[in-house]
Each structure stands twice: as structure tokens, then as C-alpha cells.
């Protein structure tokens, strides 16, 4: 069977950048709902055209859609190890996963909880800056984007947005956490510290779902 990880953790804690390490080093599939979402908006597509307002205000979309993107990947990958970065953001999208992904022959293998201060999150999100051609995530301080490379600040983390996702993280998806602690799901790491030291926490909470890329 296929391995499927789960990374949950507030916005900024650094899911991506270290879903996007992880799909170097390892033989796994970063998939993430949100640069699915902002691909959408960017197309303009009748999805795109109706997602584009409640991302901006930083709220989540409903659960029908994000299920919909994950389930898309499952069907089109079945053996791949497969990494969810930022879903399930709500109790009712982690049950809908429960029960659609034996379909695929899967089960949520482990979910990782990043743990990040809300001031750290905030010095994160307001230096973070994207990539728009390639999606590659950079911070003005600690990870500044080489020369000539062109990069924008996303909609969504402007301060005001910034504490509106906060408030819905603690509502919505830290109640996730719980739900895989009570299946002994859950591996919670801090996630403060230099990048190297939360990825070899991250590797030794995860190294037995993982295999090196050939
Ligand atoms: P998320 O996907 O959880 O929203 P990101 O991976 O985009 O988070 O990280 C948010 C910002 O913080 C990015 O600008 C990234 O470069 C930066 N970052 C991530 N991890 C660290 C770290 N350990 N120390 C300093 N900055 C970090
Ligand atoms: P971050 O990790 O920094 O919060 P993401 O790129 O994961 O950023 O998500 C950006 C936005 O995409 C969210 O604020 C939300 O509007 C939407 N989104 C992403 N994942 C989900 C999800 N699982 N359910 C609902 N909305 C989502």
C-alpha cells in the first residue's frame, strides 16, 4: 500500500517549503490544495472566478472543493506515496478522507503537526514571497530568492489576512489534531528553529512511511 502523510500546522509554519524539501530527497508526491486553488484563480476558470474572493480574505473554501482536488490525485497516482500538505483543514474533511480513501487503497498513515508561535508565523508570512512560475516559496530574510528571479507577495498574507487564517486555523483545523491523536495518528514537532533542524525532526517522525529516490 501507498503511503499517505498529512501535514497540518497554521499558515506560515512551513508545510510547503518542507513538503517541497521532501519530494526532493524522497520517493513522494507534495500535493497542496491551496497552489492547486491559486493555479485555478490564475486561469481564471469558473472555479478559479469563484474561489478567487474567499481566498483573498483568507477564508477556506468549502469542503466539496478541497475534497474534490485530493480525490483527484488519489484517482490519477494510486501508487504513489502521496503528501498532503494543508488538508484536512476541518474535522469533516479528515472524515470524508477516512472514508473515500480505502476506495483508493490508502489510510492516512500519519498526520504531522507543525508547531509555530503566531509571532513566528507572522515574521514568516509577512517576509514570504512566491514564485509565480513555479510555485517555489522564498523569505526576503531567510531564504531571499537568487538574482533574476521574479517574485510576488501572495494576496492572502497581508496582515490583516494573516490574522483572519490564524483565528480560523485555531477553530477549524487544530481540531484536526485532536482527531488524529485519538486514532494515535498524530506526530507533533516544534516547527521553530533553522529549516535543517525541523526537517531532521520532521525525517525521524515520518522515516518509517518514506523511501529514498532512487
Ligand atoms: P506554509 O506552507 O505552512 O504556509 P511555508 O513553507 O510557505 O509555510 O513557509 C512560510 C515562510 O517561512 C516562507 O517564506 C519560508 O521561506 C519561511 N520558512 C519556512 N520554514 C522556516 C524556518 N524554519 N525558518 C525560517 N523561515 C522559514
Ligand atoms: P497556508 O499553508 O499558508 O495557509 P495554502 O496555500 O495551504 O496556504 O492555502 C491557501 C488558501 O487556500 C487557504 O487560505 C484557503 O483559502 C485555501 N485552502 C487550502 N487548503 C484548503 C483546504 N484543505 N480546505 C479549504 N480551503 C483550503
Redesign the pocket.
Known amino acids: 500500500m501507498a503511503s499517505t502523510i498529512v501535514f497540518i500546522?497554521?499558515?506560515?509554519?512551513?508545510?510547503?517549503?518542507?513538503?517541497a524539501k521532501l519530494s526532493n530527497d524522497y520517493d513522494i508526491l507534495p500535493v497542496s490544495v491551496g497552489e492547486y486553488l491559486r493555479q485555478e484563480v490564475k486561469a481564471k476558470t469558473e472555479l478559479g472566478v469563484k474561489i478567487a474572493y474567499i481566498m483573498s480574505r483568507g477564508e477556506l473554501v468549502s469542503d466539496e472543493i478541497a475534497v474534490e482536488v485530493v480525490k483527484g490525485v488519489c484517482y490519477s497516482n494510486r501508487e504513489k506515496n502521496i503528501l498532503l500538505?494543508?488538508f484536512p483543514r476541518t474535522v469533516k474533511q479528515a472524515v470524508l478522507l477516512d472514508e473515500f480513501l480505502p476506495d483508493y487503497n490508502r489510510q492516512v498513515d500519519i498526520a504531522v503537526y507543525?508547531k509555530v508561535s503566531d509571532k513566528e508565523v507572522i515574521r514568516?508570512?509577512s517576509?514570504?514571497?512566491l514564485d509565480p512560475l513555479t510555485g517555489k516559496?522564498?523569505?526576503i530574510e531567510?531564504?531571499p530568492p537568487p538574482e533574476g528571479v521574479h517574485t510576488i507577495q501572495r494576496d492572502d498574507d497581508r496582515i490583516e489576512v494573516i490574522k483572519k487564517r490564524l483565528e480560523l486555523f485555531y477553530n477549524e483545523t487544530a481540531p484536526v489534531a485532536d482527531y488524529y491523536k485519538k486514532q494515535k495518528k498524530i506526530a507533533e514537532i516544534d516547527?521553530?528553529?533553522?529549516?535543517d533542524e525541523?526537517y531532521s525532526r520532521l525525517l525521524s517522525a515520518i522515516k518509517q512511511y518514506i523511501e529514498k529516490t532512487a
Open positions: 500546522g497554521p499558515p506560515g509554519c512551513g508545510k510547503g517549503t518542507h513538503a500538505d494543508g507543525f514568516r508570512i517576509g514570504r514571497r516559496i522564498y523569505h531567510f531564504n516547527g521553530e528553529g533553522a529549516l525541523v
